[in-house]
């Protein structure tokens, strides 16, 4: 992926960040969950569905979000500079890692860090600095 330093706005992802620190804030307060997007879309699949609809709702807020963003703006250039395999490779590996971390990267990082959970706090500072070394060593030594 390729970021397009000279038409960055920091204002917006600060702004951007302030929504969903705030979406994250109301959604526990409302809802009582932690708005872990692996926990959520992973509790459609469990054989209780007695809170399928919110689950079924806050996914569909998911996909909907980027049209209603078209009407507004275009949505950005994006460009992922690897191939089919190595994405279907590294998914499976992020899959079995927030299945092994309990949780991803939006309930650790967002709302685990928020709460001061060392949990979510070490798993954190796992995914990032996994990603670090893993970008590290694919660019820098694989030259990939």
């Known amino acids: ?15 951007g960040g302030v929504l969903i620190g705030i979406s994250a804030a109301l959604f526990i307060l ?12 992973g509790g459609l699949f469990r054989p209780a569905m007695h809170d ?9 807020g998911l996909i909907i979000a980027p049209i209603i963003w ?3 703006a ?3 250039n994006i460009e992922i500079d690897a191939g089919y395999n190595l994405l279907i490779v590294a998914g499976v590996i992020i899959g079995f890692g927030t299945r092994y971390g309990s949780g991803c990267t939006s309930g ?22 996994t990603g670090f070394l893993t970008a590290f060593i694919m660019r820098h030594l694989l030259g990939a």
């Open 1 to 15: 992926m390729i970021i397009d330093w000279n038409n960055f706005t920091p204002w917006t992802a600060l702004a």
């Open 30 to 41: 409302l809802n009582g969950r932690i708005a872990g997007i692996t926990g959520i879309i």
């Open 52 to 60: 399928a609809g919110w689950r079924i709702v806050f996914t569909m």
């Open 70 to 72: 078209l009407l507004f």
């Open 74 to 76: 275009e949505l950005p």
């Open 108 to 129: 650790h990082g967002v709302c685990g860090i928020s709460r001061l959970s060392p949990r979510s706090i070490i798993a954190t500072l796992a995914f990032m600095g």
